[in-house]
């Protein structure tokens, strides 16, 4: 499972980072006041401040992007976290929130002249209340880890990031994470109670409360992926979800990516709301079959999996009507599976799509967006074209029950102008997701990546509001500027995640 | 009344905000009224946004409805059972000609909230136009969008006070293939313990509610899932349907009781405590509505102890003063709502001192 990542640098991106930078660009005298005041709340391990050190967080998941901060600090309760925000907002200094770093479009990417506010050490789970149904935790706990402090009450927090082993609930919070069984439970938006945040001004306040509603706006939605920029997160409380007593899954195989898509659709139509509903094309069958040997039908067009769970009545009633829908809808072959092995054997080979895809080719692109499902014939169509076109092979692998497209364009940078071609098609990919009524970003979150891709999504007046919120917040833009909503100058240029033969972040991570 | 109810009335509707920021004349939005009740009287004059009505899209396999505003709620649910669907909040009319951009603004959710969701959990997109007269648009009709902060969620529960709702989008759920009721003989203390046992398990519950001596369970899903859940919790089966909606639309026995009426929202597991007055329990424990006269302060150092907060939901004869509807919020938070009605409504313009007096 060896990916890398390249050093991937638009040169437009480069000139302005660079301009960008040296406007902010502390002199030694001012690095060396900064270090002195964080250091009068900080203990001195708290706070890391040589290149060396501060260079493994130079960047996050999406690695093409990297800069050195001019600190990172990482307290270990809330009040430091307030006295640190307190000396950058006397200093102007910005500040990068950042939980374990995974994050795929840039958020936690440092920012020039900028701290990194490490929050890891806050990772205590301080409550699992089960008699509310809730765990109230700090956001550098990893999403597992909630899972598995609330697992001896037959409780689990539902969202389920690819990545889950290692983020952050904080982070997670920030990008309004999503996973595999977003259909069913809800993305992290639907499965808060209340958190904790700080202002930049160094005041607490609690948006969200232990009760299912709170008194005002609703400050949570609005702050739940708001990528680092609102304020920083200190405290969390999850809302948690029993276990099904029981899940079984199905792989069935299809002639066509059609008669997939419809039958995706008959079973949303016929009232059935699986926990996941995956699909994958033939090149990314191919390619996992090639690569884990999982038993998937290679000649089959597309393969849909479905999980079913809840009781054993109710698995068993969904199953079968699930079953025949996909028979009806021309399903050529369906394995089922119901103890833990046999569905993982399932699943491993949509959960190995994109390092198997990794190995055809030298570089690969992952796009993220998201379309109405009943556009998927249509959209893959466009894709399919688009792809000869460009005479560069796309894979399609498919959050088809909420509509969150992966396409996976396979290249190779060693070959002069692909780099070029492979970032015009992705361009045009995300401008088909919006064109079909979708979003230039499903759950990988806006960050760096995908600023001028925003601006295809949104007006001019919305990205004015976006701004005009964040300034209610953060008015003088401290909290990680220059992400997540672009200045109307930027708005240009389409951003993707670009993963070649390099160093990828977080390897051992899966990533689906 | 019915006569000219789809219209797309967004041109209209940005040329009276534009008119009344040039003159700096508060307005007041008024779909059907039917929610007049729950907030503090505003002044200003009225913006009629009810002919702003239709549903814009629907496609019944995508489970999402894009709807104007205005449409009628019974209209909407109408269309959206006749393809066996529904909105998952289950959300109170409170009147027969209710609308979706009420219910949103208010962010009413019924009995179906505590295990399938709030109205902010189905909201997925939505157009408004602010107080400059613009119309912007926020989110979609994807279910998963992450491009942008999430204003549509925000705009649900902000009584109009942001901006002029002209469109939402919806995440829309199946009905239930089975939905039944029962009902057992419990005291108040023992059915709390019981809801909550049962929240923690994977049961089939859509629904409770706890009333004199009585908890009323309803259980939602499929048909073997709905009949395995009855055999075990017990209880005698009542018509479910009717009794749900009489809960939902406050037309049970209980809230004819002329005292006001306090909606409590506190962490589901809190403890019974009786007030003067009798309490009415949904939401698996998290959302007790009481009728009583006993002091607003009281209520709410109560609610808040318990995680929450007190709402004056129906004054009944009781005059409020303007600050005492809605649970007070501390003061940095309070000067983050000014700070974000300033961005959207820079003239003060919408539903000003409906919610609190100075946004």
Redesign the interface.
Known sequence: MTRVVALHTSPRYAAQAMNEAAKRRLDPAQRADLVRALSRVLPADAILHRDDDVRPYECDGLACYRELPLAVVLPRDADEVAAVLRVCRERNVPVVARGAGTGLSGGALPVAGGIVLGLARLSAVLEV??????ARVQPGVTNLAISRAAAP???FYAPDPSSQIACTIGGNVA??A?GLH??KY??T??NLLKIEIV?IDG?R??LG???????????L??F???EGLLGVIVEITVKLT????RVRVLLAAFASVESAAAAV??V??????PAGLEMMDNASIRAVEAYVACGYPVEAEAVLLAEID?????V???SARVEAILRGAGATAIRIADDADERAALWSGRKAAFPALGRMAPDYYCIDG?????RLPDVLRGIAHLSQHYGLPVANVF?AG???LHPIILYDTGTPGEQERTERLGTDILALCVEA??????????GIE?LD??CV???T??IA??H??K???DPRGLLNPGK??PTLRRCAEFGRMHVHRGRLPFAHLERY | MDAPRERDETEALCERVRDAAARKTPLVIRGSGSKTFLVNACRGETLDVAAHAGIVAYAPDELVITARASTRLSDLEAQLAANGQMLGFEPPHFGPDATLGGTIACALSGPRRASVGAARDFVLGSRIVDGRGDVLRFGGEVIKNVAGYDVSRLMTGAFGTLGVLLDVSLKLVPIPRAERTRVLEIDVAAALQRVRAWAQRPLPISATAILDGRLAVRFSGAESAVRTAEAEIGGEAIESAPFWAALREHALEFFADSRPLWRLSVAPATRYAAFDGPQLIEWHGAERWLKSETDAAELRAWAAAAGGHATLFRAGALQVPAQDRFHPLPSALMALHRRLKAQFDPHGLFNRGAMYADL
């Open positions: 209340d089960p008699a509310n149904r809730s009450h037959g409780l990008e309004n999503g977003c259909i809800g993305l938006t639907h202002t005041e306040l609690t409360a232990d009760a299912l509603d709170a008194p005002g706006y609703d400050l939605a609005l739940t992926g708001s029993p276990k099904p007593s659709s008959d949303i139509a016929a009232g059935i709301v809840g009781s054993d009545a109710e068993a009633e969904d998201s379309i109405p499902r009943r959050h909420d509509g969150n009524g979708g979003s230039v970003t499903g759950e990988h979150g806006v995908k891709a925003m999504q949104y007006a007046p919305e509001m976006f005009a919120i300034h209610a917040f997540a909503v």
